[in-house]
């Protein structure tokens, strides 16, 4: 799990709750209702930033099965948007490559 996991404030219910103060652009981890904006004042949910993750489950096994999911899930997703950075790289008929030159890779923006 990334660093920012785990409030600094002490009221953490979960080892992976993100601390309010945590960068969320940049946070893996669990969250309440209400945490880190607006946009989760009814709704609680997981964070996966960067690349990483993290398993969850009563037994070792469901915590591995869960991780793999999540990390399976983040390859996709970056194959998706890699391939659709790169649509439109040709259709403004931009260098190759172009997004992450100038953003930075795109594993650590996602």
């Known amino acids: ?27 893996t981890g669990v969250h309440a209702a209400g945490a880190l904006s607006a946009y989760n004042a009814t709704r609680e949910g997981f964070v996966f930033s960067d690349g990483h993750t993290f398993g969850v489950g009563d037994e070792p096994e469901e915590s591995e099965e869960f991780e793999q999911a999540m990390q399976a899930m983040f390859e996709a997703a970056l194959a998706i948007a890699r391939q659709s950075l790169a649509a439109i790289e040709r259709r403004m008929e931009l260098p190759a490559g172009w997004f992450e030159r100038e953003m930075g890779p795109i594993t650590a923006n996602s």
Do not use: E, Q, R, V
């Not at 785990?6 to 601390?19: E, V």
């Open 1 to 27: 799990a990334n660093s920012d996991a785990g409030a600094s404030n002490g009221h953490s219910k979960h080892p992976l709750t993100i601390s309010p103060l945590a960068d969320s652009a940049h946070a």
